[in-house]
């Protein structure tokens, strides 16, 4: 008889037979496809949540998108009902370090209760949740030895963008807080109440402090760095499941 776990996995990742012992999670589905071509014999599958799951160098990993927002990622990740899989989650930030810049990647050591979701888990709001220590390490590692400085620290996960232009929004964000987005809090909650192991990594697209946000205009070489990044994130993503452990 299957257990509840099971079922809502069932019902929620259409019955996934296949899914790896590594696992990235990416917010929109229009980029699926992309991921296939590195994988061999991939098995496609999905409901509410879908993704493929195939060999990477002889190894079993799956992709899913999740949607964008806390709630969608942390019920995606708490949905899924594999413990001690190793899970990356994959997206952009907004940058508010002055040491960020756009293009800047960013490793989420620990994120910052500001979305809601992680209530559900008993986070208290604005408290910390932490990555897996030792794999947002080797990912900054990596992420290091491949393009240089790369940001770390604190994360400020929210549940709104709208919000952020207006002024009171930032009066509950900490000035120690290095980066701003909508997923690191409920992906690392979700992914220890489940017994998975679990690190955020973003690249920069906007700085929503500097008067850079995402309805500003850049100048040509801050639009050429996003499109570079967002050309080669899919290949990273690869790469990054190929080397953690």
Not at 45 to 60: D, K, Q
Not at 71 to 82: K, P, Q
Not at 91 to 106: S, W
Request: with cysteine; hydrophobic share 40%.
């Amino acid at each position: 008889m299957s257990t509840i776990k099971e079922r809502v996995e069932n019902y929620f990742f259409g019955n996934p037979k296949l899914i790896g012992k590594k696992i990235l999670f990416i917010k929109r589905d229009k980029r699926l496809t992309e991921y296939k071509q590195y994988l061999d014999e991939v098995h496609e599958f999905g409901n509410v949540w879908h993704g493929i799951t195939g060999f990477l160098r002889g190894e079993r990993v799956s992709v899913i998108v999740t949607g964008v927002g806390p709630s969608a990622v942390g019920d995606a990740v708490y949905a899924l009902n594999r413990p001690n899989t190793i899970c990356l989650y994959s997206g952009t930030c907004g940058g508010l370090a002055k040491t960020l810049n756009i293009g800047d990647y960013f490793v989420a050591e620990q994120a910052i209760c500001g979305d809601g979701f992680s209530f559900h888990l008993g986070y208290a709001p604005l408290s910390s949740v932490f990555s897996a220590s030792g794999l947002s390490r080797a990912i900054k590692t990596f992420l290091t030895e491949k393009f240089g400085c790369v940001g770390s620290g604190m994360a400020f996960t929210t549940s709104t963008v709208v919000r952020e232009f207006e002024p009171d929004f930032w009066m509950s964000v900490n000035k120690e807080v290095q980066a701003i987005e909508m997923g690191a809090a409920a992906f690392y909650a979700a992914a220890q109440a489940t017994g998975k192991k679990a690190a955020a990594y973003y690249w920069v697209t906007d700085l929503p402090r500097r008067g850079k946000s995402f309805l500003e205009a850049l100048n040509p070489q801050e639009m050429r760095i996003k499109q570079e990044r967002y050309e080669q994130a899919v290949s990273l993503d690869i790469e990054l499941l190929e080397c953690v452990e």
